[in-house]
């Protein structure tokens, strides 16, 4: 029982922090980072192609207009994207840090708590998307182009809540380390926006819509049909041990998620609103139809080059760095996060050379524009595309370092410096610089890149000052020895009594443990125990079971735990009865 001597004796050998023999080198780290990396960068870029594929089909059928409706929407998209997509980023970091400690059927209790977030965060992201028009109009930008990207929002905002379940599930593959699932399920949801986006916008096939509201809703319909193809590989008989646990709606793994998650979701959202206002006063300039579509071009380029890279490593490193830290390998978690500093510096720095030398001849720009003498539109996306290649160098060290920091449950430093550099200093300085100098659209950007910068050294000094004293943070594996109240002890003792289980022994006076009961505590903790099957509370089981899949009772047995062990022993595989306390 919780407060019994063996608990504490228990909770005393899982928060010592261990010898650290098994440190991994720097090569071990580069190989493990990058192949964690790797997939999710696969699938965000070639997700993100799908920007090229909406580009290229609504520039086919609107010109210019069409690049200068897609330099509007896609911010607002990203936006709404960024903030629902970092706060499930919750998601993949807890079910890490269960995977490591072998707790199943905390995997899936994680999961399903990740799809009511997601269900939570999709209401408000479409009433953004829905709202746009209005907004924009508002705010004086091109009619043309506020009209096609308004009918884009309302088509992209009808599959929004099954796109935001995809990614929950991309979240549990990143968590579980499956590559092959993120990247495969990318590849489909690619090839079908392509798929829809070719038939919804055919000269022969006339639909009673436009074509900018057909290409959203082959968006909706390409994330909704992936979603369908992700749940039934959730089905396979390997992923049983995770959904053993009955109970769909656990409030407190609900809260943490939410805790842990919305920080970082306001984090990336307050980055992308900066985009959406310097798309606005974009806009607003005289040429502003020609100056959103050198915006659109140079834009596309740094979301497939360089940012898939950064989000991906960051992730990754907020896994790996969550991991090292859970079972208290302090030095490891710091080296996988400088070395995946180091890894995402390298790659901008190569994606900048490249696009410097293929800037020179055009050949990135030129396949945009309809018009090859339109040097307006060729040379300031040309100096765009430059300018935020190289930013991206600066905003590798804060994308990376709060990926880190949040793998020691760190979420509001990159948060706060965030909005600082981001939004309250490059916004208004972006705002002198365009319209009170002949810098223009440079400008704009040019104050992204110094609120940035800014952003970056704050961020790079706190992750040198956290993770060098690391071991004196608080750790998850102490955290969970207060989990269980003495209100929730009684009701643990009441249940024993109730299904004719012999009832606790007093708890003795803590002493000091020898080495062999040490030992002793610490082989049964090792033993993973299965979660006895409970009801669902909320009586949803058959929306649920869309999601997931439950064990039948036949299939639970409840074995009797020793009596020397308590069932709630922080960090061990067999605390699984933590997780089953009424909230």
């Avoid at 977030?117 to 182009?145: T, V, W, Y």
């Avoid at 929004?160 to 380390?177: C, E, F, H, I, N």
């Avoid at 020609?290 to 659109?296: D, M, V």
Wanted: charged share 15%.
């Amino acid at each position: 029982m919780p407060g019994s001597p063996e608990s504490k004796e228990l909770a005393s050998v899982s928060t010592t922090p261990l010898l650290e023999t098994d440190r991994v080198s720097n090569w071990q780290a580069l190989k493990t980072v990058a192949a964690s990396a790797l997939p999710f960068a696969v699938q965000d870029a070639i997700l993100i192609s799908a920007g090229f594929i909406n580009s290229a089909f609504l520039k086919e059928s609107n010109g210019e207009e069409g690049l200068a409706a897609l330099a509007l929407a896609n911010p607002i998209v990203n936006f709404t994207y960024g903030f629902t997509i970092s706060a499930l980023y919750s998601v993949s970091i807890n079910i890490g840090q269960a995977d490591e400690r072998k707790q199943a059927a905390k995997v899936g209790i994680i999961y399903r708590q990740g799809m009511i977030f997601a269900i939570l965060l999709s209401l408000p992201a479409m009433g953004i998307l829905l709202l746009s028009g209005p907004a924009l109009r508002a705010l004086k930008q091109p009619e043309d182009a506020v009209k096609l990207a308004e009918e884009f929002l309302q088509g992209f905002a009808t599959g929004y809540m099954p796109a935001l379940g995809y990614v929950t599930q991309q979240q549990l593959a990143l968590g579980l380390k499956l590559p092959s699932a993120l990247v495969g399920a990318a590849v489909i949801n690619t090839g079908l926006i392509a798929l829809f986006d070719y038939l919804f916008t055919l000269d022969e096939v006339n639909f009673p819509i436009s074509k900018a509201f057909a290409l959203g809703c082959a968006n909706s319909l390409a994330n909704a049909a992936t979603f369908i193809i992700f749940t039934l590989y959730l089905k396979r008989k390997e992923f049983n041990q995770y959904f053993l646990f009955a109970n769909h709606w656990v409030k407190n793994e609900l809260i943490k998620l939410r805790k842990m998650g919305l920080p970082m979701g306001v984090q990336v959202a307050a980055e992308l609103a900066s985009l959406v206002g310097l798309s606005v006063m974009v806009g607003q300039q005289e040429n502003g139809v020609t100056a959103l579509a050198a915006e659109q071009v140079s834009l596309l380029y740094l979301y497939i080059l360089s940012i898939p890279t950064q989000i991906s490593i960051a992730t990754a490193a907020g896994v790996e760095v969550a991991r090292e830290f859970a079972a208290m390998r302090f030095a490891n978690s710091r080296r996988y996060g400088n070395i995946a500093l180091a890894l995402s510096v390298g790659i901008s720095g190569i994606c900048l050379i490249v696009v410097v030398g293929f800037n020179k001849s055009k050949y990135l720009i030129t396949p945009f524009v309809d018009d090859p003498d339109n040097q307006a539109l060729i040379s300031q996306a040309s100096d765009l595309l430059i300018l935020n290649t190289a930013t991206q160098i600066l905003d590798a060290f804060r994308n990376i370092t709060g990926g880190s920091l949040r793998g020691y449950n760190n979420f509001t430093a990159a948060t706060v410096w965030g909005i600082l550099g981001n939004t309250v200093v490059a916004l208004p300085l972006a705002y002198v610089l365009g319209f009170y100098t002949s810098w223009g659209s440079l400008g704009m950007f040019a104050a992204r890149t110094f609120g940035i910068g800014l952003a970056s050294s704050a961020m790079t000094y706190l992750w040198n000052k956290v993770s060098s004293n690391a071991e004196t943070l608080p750790r998850p594996a102490e955290a969970k020895v207060e989990e269980i109240t003495d209100e929730e002890e009684s009701e643990t003792e009441a249940d024993s009594k109730a299904e004719g289980e012999p009832a606790p022994l007093p708890a003795a006076p803590p002493s000091s443990p020898s080495p062999n009961k040490v030992e002793s505590i610490q082989a049964l903790a090792e033993q993973e125990q299965p979660p006895p099957l409970r009801k669902s509370r909320c009586g949803c089981e058959w929306f649920t079971s869309l999601f997931w899949k439950s064990a039948p009772p036949a299939a639970v047995s409840k074995p009797a735990a020793p009596a020397a062990i308590p069932s709630s022993a922080p960090a061990a595989n067999s605390s699984q009865q933590l997780l089953h306390h009424p909230a």
